[in-house]
């Protein structure tokens, strides 16, 4: 869940006027502002989104823990799909597990089957040991009208880092080196983990979710470096950065590309484009991002998503109400130029 703190160190306020007048002078040509578009109410804590991998203008979102991370309060585990215009369309149970707090869900191929991956990561008081990552199967049809379906997730992958907890937000698949990429959030800088595919587990068709969750064995994510870069966008942001401290630059959410070389950031006010070319390493494409654009104001920008073509980026925040989804253009210096060679000729990081 997002909680953006204040900072109480305050600036003069002399000094705060006076940068707010030199704010006002336009340093460069504002994006194409995003289309807006409204949540259904039952999704009023969206964390995560991912673009479906079966269906075509298919959103999957979801809630955390309804107002309530980290407490293991027994709620029930949802899973949302929604169309462009933020209608729902269906919704999927998870039998037999417990939700805790779901920060981030992505979607890929693998086994033949679309699958997606929902990140149990949240820990806003760095108190639990370790996290799970719950895998379920993408349904092969959608119904033709709005309906709520069971599924038992297939396989889980419980994780740990290697020097303790860790609240985390932002995840996605990297099927091209067959990895789970994490990354931290309140960290400065934050710190990119991985998980390797082949640790997920099947789930046990047995045993209440606690024990289900309990049976499987804790991997350790491998670090692979931390992300630079992620500082105001623009002037307001960043005369605002005094009041705020670092909040509204905390990574809640991530987005790869299809072809795997774009990685998508998002935070509170802004979005950052990692691109890593054919060869080189995630550890050295983080250093710095190669674009970024500023959000339409400071909000809890939550889950974020690649359209088929990485052309779009569509975002959910928490919240009810109109703007809780938009739909914005890549910035062209973010977009990544193809040549001869192809995503899969990169080595592992």
Known sequence: MALIERDPHRWPTGLLLLLLGAASIPLWAA??????????????????????????????THNDNINDPGS???VTPLVHGIDHEGRRLLSLELDGVTQRDWEAIDSFRIDGSHSL???????????????????????????????THTTTPTHLLRFRYPDGPADTEAMVVDPHDDQILV????EDPPRLFALPLSARQ???DEGSPRERLASAEVHEARLLGPMGG?????????????????????????????????LAVLTYSSLYFFRRDVGERWSEAIRQPVASRSLPRIEQWEGIAFDHDASQLHIVREGTGPGTLLHLEVPEAARVKHDSQTAEAQEPD
Not at 37 to 52: F, H, K, V, Y
Not at 119 to 132: K, L
Not at 240 to 253: A, E, I
């Open 31 to 60: 994006p194409p502002a995003p289309a807006e578009r409204e949540l259904p109410s039952a999704i009023d804590e969206a964390s995560g989104l991912t673009q479906s991998g079966q269906h075509a203008g298919l959103l999957w």
């Open 72 to 74: 293991m309060q027994r």
């Open 117 to 147: 991956v929902v990140a149990d990561t949240g820990d806003n008081r760095d108190s639990w040991p370790d996290y799970a990552l719950w895998f379920i199967d993408e349904p092969t049809e959608l119904p033709r009208s709005v309906t």
């Open 183 to 186: 990354l931290t959030k309140r």
């Open 202 to 204: 099947p789930f046990p």
């Open 230 to 262: 992620l500082a105001p966008t623009d002037p307001i942001n960043w005369l605002l950065s005094p009041l705020t401290g670092r909040q509204t630059s905390l990574p809640t959410g991530m987005a790869l590309s299809p072809d795997g070389r774009l």
